[in-house]
């Protein structure tokens, strides 16, 4: 199975790992046939992904993608990063092996996820964008 160097690259330096404290919106899937597990952490401010970070417990395809999409999905606007697909995501790796494009499928749930919880938030009423005063 041959990786494209862009999925090494981001395999060995993976961009935006780690976790917010005080994210917007979170968004956890994991794939129990594979059992890759991913987390992503967003950051939004006036609709738009201020930042965005993630931890993936998985194969080397599942952190490419991760770190690969956390670029993809910054400083976009919440409608801007639903847009995004896996497909996207794969091709802007230069591809996926077919065994592994549901790790780029990981991906986009893990930040549709984040992004719902987040329009969950504000829908409670809560204020997911404040700012803490440090």
């Known amino acids: 199975m041959m990786y494209t160097e862009q999925v090494m690259d981001h395999f060995m330096n993976p961009r935006n790992v780690g976790e917010i404290e005080d994210a917007s919106g979170v968004g956890t899937v994991g794939n129990a046939k594979c059992g890759d597990i991913m987390k992503i952490f967003i950051k939004v401010k006036d609709n738009v992904i201020t930042d965005v970070k993630f931890k993936t ?22 409608e801007e990063a639903l847009q ?3 497909k996207q995501v794969a091709d802007s790796l230069g591809g996926l092996p077919p065994v592994k494009i549901h790790c780029s499928l990981l991906a986009e749930e893990a930040l549709h996820a984040a992004i719902q919880d987040y329009k969950e938030k504000l829908a409670r009423g809560e204020n997911p964008e404040q700012e803490d005063d440090k």
């Open 84 to 86: 995004i697909t896996n």
């Open 57 to 78: 417990f998985g194969c080397g395809a599942a952190i490419a993608t991760s770190s690969k999409a956390t670029e993809m999905v910054k400083g976009k606007t919440i």
